[in-house]
């Protein structure tokens, strides 16, 4: 896991707001939401019991990294984001399904 992606998950884990480059962390104290910013487009939404994934309008390598990251550390166990001829797939529960912008796990 690259640094920024470290402090990226310690941001959401100690629930406040942090930025670097070209990732940001916004925590909603009143909602219990941090909102991951990559290039200034929402990738995911963390609350108490979901994860909510986006593409960000950019389906690229850094894309799926961050959001992988986010999963290791947020998600319910072994999900993973990963492409195969272009396509985005995410894998969870024992499944493969296409990934879709906005999708919650």
Request: aromatic content about 12%; hydrophobic content about 35%.
């Amino acid at each position: 896991m690259r640094k920024i992606e470290r402090e990226m998950n310690k941001a959401i884990a100690q629930r406040k707001s942090w930025r670097l480059n070209n990732t940001s962390v916004y925590y909603e104290e009143g909602n219990e939401i941090s909102r991951v910013y990559l290039f200034g487009n929402l990738i995911a939404e963390i609350g108490n019991n979901f994860v909510k994934l986006y593409d960000g309008g950019r389906r690229s390598m850094t894309t799926k990294s961050r959001l992988n990251s986010i999963l290791r550390e947020n998600g319910i166990g072994n999900e993973v984001v990963f492409q195969k001829d272009r396509v985005w797939f995410i894998s969870y529960d024992n499944k493969t399904e296409e990934f879709v912008s906005g999708m919650t796990i």
